[in-house]
């Protein structure tokens, strides 16, 4: 299922800096191949399989962009105002039966078709309506409120590039050229796993040293909101041979199988293990705070169950964690599976705010930080840091708007420095 090899992701360091990952999941993960036709009203959120072209003009006439009179610009005086009898009405949806004269005015409403002859509209608030005539004044440019045929797409323009991710602005696009469906590559499947002896199912009974699960609902809140077809298999247990084989299962028709925990470095920490029975996992430490426990790799299906031989998925360890789950999702799952998807890359782009607190960082490691933003006196925005720091602090998410990013080569802030504001909206896509 998964477009990868075993060697994709070969790197010498220990840990694997972002910018080095986001560059190898370019490079050598190759997007699913198989396209399917969806009707529009279902294709938010699908990725284009080609470029789609424009069949018609948009708008396809020349019309009003506003409510006023149609006239001809050469029948206006040079010096002072022009009296025009106006000589009929046109509303939207209708064509005009004949050219205007000269000297003559059409009145006119919005997304009205421009009467053969007109080229310019005066808005009806400019007007002096004078019986059957009315009275405009001088000044207005040639062209004034007409809408071109053609000026907002011309027939034969690329409207959508392959690998568009479809959002309702491109959908309302599409309809407004009378396109009724579109080709998008399939839809992507994701298997995922909570991992520990210490974690329950919410609702279920807790003992007094376990917890309930949170990642793999956040998981699926995030993988759905990406378009996904997510698969919940569970809570796996801390047993190494119970976690490959469930591993191996998972990876038939899935493109990805994404756990949480058990990625470290602890002794009752066995995914890792338990991928390299079944696969390779090419890296597991990303330079990143918080969720440098992260890995990455390639597993093999259950070859007894496999519809082919050479089944599998690719592979996303996460940190256990909440926060770590989300801060590796957007900064590492998500350009994993945009690339599988075939969509084209998406850049952050972080915004300029205001530190309203000092922090230091380590060096050569990408740091996040939660922050709440509120106007400073001077009416400036600026970040707060919320007070605790801890990974798994899930309100320290709920009660701020996003993070702050802190560049490899940064290891100290000041408060009142510019730093780099990414939204969760912006994260979460």
């Known amino acids: 299922m998964a477009q990868l090899t ?24 190759t997007p699913v191949q198989q396209t399917e036709r969806v ?19 948009l708008p396809p006439f020349d019309n009003s962009a506003v409510d006023g009179y149609a006239i001809r610009h050469e029948d206006l005086a040079v010096t002072g105002s022009t009296r025009f009898a106006v000589a009929g009405r046109l509303t939207a949806g209708h064509r005009p039966d004949a050219a205007i004269k000269a000297g003559q005015a059409i009145r006119i409403f ?17 007007v002096t309506v004078d019986g059957d005539s009315i009275v405009v004044p001088n000044g207005l440019k040639i062209g004034a409120n007409r809408r071109l ?51 329950v199912e919410p609702g279920a009974t807790r003992g007094d040293a376990a917890i309930y699960d949170a990642n793999r609902y956040l ?67 990303v330079a990143i705070k918080p969720g440098r426990p992260v890995a990455m790799g390639v597993i093999r299906a259950a070859a007894r169950e496999a519809a082919e031989a050479d089944s599998g998925a690719a592979f996303v360890g996460l940190p256990g964690n909440p926060v770590a789950v989300f801060v590796t999702f957007v900064r590492v799952v998500k350009p994993l599976l945009l690339r599988l998807s075939g969509a084209r890359p998406q850049q952050l782009m972080a915004l300029p705010v205001r530190a ?23 009416g400036e925005v600026e970040a707060v840091k919320h007070p605790q720091d801890g990974a798994g602090i899930l309100t320290s998410l709920t009660e701020t708007d996003g993070l702050l990013e802190f560049p490899e080569d940064v290891t100290a802030i000041q408060a009142g420095d510019r730093v780099g504001f990414l939204s969760y909206a912006a994260l979460v896509g």
């Open 219 to 285: 998981l699926t809140a995030l993988l759905e909101r990406l378009g996904a077809g997510v698969t919940d298999l569970g809570i796996l247990t801390d047993d190494p041979d119970a976690l490959s084989a469930a591993l191996a299962k998972a990876a038939i028709g899935h493109d990805l199988v994404i756990t949480s925990g058990g990625v470290s470095t602890g002794e009752a920490d066995h995914v890792r293990s338990a991928v390299e029975r079944i696969g390779s996992l090419v890296f597991w430490r």
């Open 149 to 199: 045929a053609g000026e907002d797409v011309p027939a034969g323009h690329v409207v959508l590039p392959a690998g568009t991710v479809l959002e309702a602005q491109h959908i309302a696009l599409v309809a407004a050229l009378g396109i009724t469906e579109l080709e998008v590559r399939r839809r992507l499947t994701v298997a995922i796993f909570s991992t520990g002896d210490e974690v």
């Open 110 to 126: 919005t997304g009205a078709a421009m009467p053969a002859g007109a080229d310019t509209v005066f808005m009806q608030e400019d």
């Open 39 to 57: 009707p529009l009203r279902s294709a938010r959120g699908r990725v284009t399989a080609a470029e789609l072209k424009a069949p018609v003009d």
């Open 6 to 29: 075993d060697d994709c992701f070969a790197f010498s360091g220990p840990l694997l800096s972002l910018a080095e990952m986001e560059r190898l999941i370019a490079e050598r993960i």
């Open 356 to 378: 309203a607190f000092a922090y230091k960082k380590k060096k050569d490691r990408r740091e996040y930080v939660r922050v709440a933003l509120r106007r400073g006196a001077d």
